[in-house]
């Protein structure tokens, strides 16, 4: 433990050289919407992305990073602010912990109190309405607010007097650029700042889209992989002896137009939706290699931090669900990639446990600041200096139910997952009373497959993670019981 100190001070030593010196290291934060991680026994080998491929070799990435609840909007806020979603009492689409939680200086705004320039562009914040949030930032934030109809460019997807459904068809592949998307527009807009000499360090947050429902892409994106050779989902089924509050019934899936309201898909359409998701992963991995490939030529690489994550993971069909919304393995396990100046291990796969909320603590480290108090993460600069060393025993993540997306919790799932076991507790939110438990055996494949919670041979397993599980949530936290104020 001693000689890992000792390397992580010299590590931070030159980092420190840097941000004292006279450049201050710079942050590239890219945020990928809805990418989900190749796991284990049944993998993922289908999708084509260079660009991660060779961040991952230049860079480091964590193989086993959590989310803190696989929605979008709880988990960037979370985030953002360092703090777990019921720290800043973030469950739903629609809340912002600037008026749960107005104390919290977010990730962004801290770099820019410390004399860095802050620039967002495209879904870093939830991309809503009324979710933008001024006070990150130093100059208005571009692209975050993009209505449904925008992700649309054929003519037969447009929404109209005679279909006012803003959710059409759930792919689109239209023969055309990639700027001619948003997320293409995104990647020129960051590119721009990238070119844009500045006086002062930057701190550019760059949120990608796709692979978001609808997977609306160019079609040369979707050309790259043969229909024909897209596998249906492995393990199709619920896990056996899963309580009915672990699942959903894809509502945010059945919302576009040519999905059925009810009942299962057909294989054609199952394979033309993970088609779908592959393309727009592809056309994602391009624009994120034309921002990187502008950093490099800019001269940049050796000033810049630079963070790739995705605010969760995705089902495609695996355990008879679509979407994310859940404590599973493929919903909550996310990709996690850091490339830092200096860095001692380049290429190396980094196994250790990690958590989303540990950016803030990571970041705040490796640009030599003060770390603020009140956040809920580890650093992780310990794992860039040895991959084989650990900072946490387990990853905590959390979804309620039902899941309504404008209503407070009434109950809630929390999971810890550590090496081998998934552990889910349901509770009921308001009184903690408990509803059912999940335990899952994950040392020998990475999906959920039979819930042991109840057999007895398991019993003093189960014992043992509630205990752990219970000594990191606050027992105290409530949901909101004021009617939600406007943010200014």
């Known amino acids: 433990m001693r000689a890992i100190t000792q390397s992580v001070a010299c590590f931070l030593l030159a980092c420190s050289s840097l941000v004292h010196g006279q450049d201050k290291l710079n942050v590239l934060f890219i945020a990928v919407d809805d990418l989900r991680t190749s796991l284990g026994c049944y993998g993922d080998p289908v999708s084509k992305t260079p660009h991660l491929d060779a961040l991952a070799k230049s860079g480091q990435i964590f193989t086993r990073a959590y989310c803190q609840q696989a929605v979008c909007n709880p988990s960037r806020q979370s985030v953002l602010s360092g703090r777990r979603p019921d720290s800043i009492r973030i469950w739903t689409l629609v809340d912002h912990f600037r008026q749960t939680a107005p104390d919290v200086v977010s990730l962004p705004q801290y770099f820019k109190e410390q004399g860095w320039f802050a620039q967002a562009f495209g879904k870093i914040y ?9 006070p990150s930032w130093s100059v208005p934030e571009q692209f975050h607010d993009v209505p449904k109809g925008d992700d649309y460019l054929l003519p037969e997807n447009q929404a109209g007097p005679d279909n006012k459904n803003a959710k059409m068809a759930s792919y689109e592949a239209a023969d055309t650029g990639d700027d001619a998307y948003r997320d293409g527009q995104v990647a020129a807009a960051a590119i721009q700042a990238l070119r844009e000499k500045r006086t ?3 701190f550019i947050a760059v949120g990608f ?29 619920s896990p056996t002896g899963a309580p009915e509050i672990a699942r959903h019934e894809w509502k945010e899936l059945r919302g576009y137009a040519d999905i059925p309201a009810e009942g299962p898909l057909s294989a ?20 994120i290699g034309r921002v ?32 994310k919304d859940t404590n599973y393995e493929l919903a909550t396990r996310v990709p996690l990639f850091l490339r830092v100046p200096g860095q001692k291990n380049p290429g190396v796969p980094i196994p250790a446990l990690a958590e989303l909320v540990d950016l803030y603590p990571t970041l705040v480290e490796l640009c030599s600041l003060p770390r603020p108090q009140g956040l809920d993460g580890k650093s992780l600069v310990p794992l860039l200096q040895d991959a084989t060393a650990k900072v946490r025993p387990f ?47 994950m040392q020998d494949c990475l999906i959920e497959h039979s819930n042991l919670a109840e057999q007895a041979e398991y019993a003093a397993t189960v014992a043992d993670l509630s205990r752990q599980l219970h000594a990191v949530l ?15």
């Open 126 to 134: 939830h991309g809503q309405t009324g979710m933008s949030d001024p």
């Open 200 to 202: 002062q360090p930057f």
């Open 209 to 237: 889209r796709k692979p978001h429902l609808p997977f609306s892409v160019p079609k040369k994106y979707w050309d790259l992989y043969d229909p024909a050779a897209i596998p249906l989902p492995v393990h199709p089924t």
């Open 268 to 287: 054609e359409k199952q394979r033309q939706l993970r088609h779908g998701y592959y393309a727009a992963v592809s056309y994602t991995d391009a624009q």
């Open 292 to 323: 990187l490939e502008e950093l490099d030529s800019q001269g940049l690489r050796d000033k810049t931090v630079v963070v790739l994550w995705s605010d969760h993971g995705f089902h495609l069909g695996e355990q008879d669900l679509w979407c």
């Open 395 to 441: 990853a905590i993540s959390q979804f309620p139910r039902p899941w309504q997306q404008k209503e407070q919790p009434q109950n809630m799932g929390y999971t810890l997952r550590n090496e081998r076991w998934r552990y889910v507790e349901w509770l009921d939110f308001n009184t903690r009373q408990h509803l059912s438990r999940e335990l899952y055996d």
């Open 474 to 488: 606050d027992p105290n936290v409530q949901p909101l019981k004021k009617s939600r104020k406007k943010k200014k």
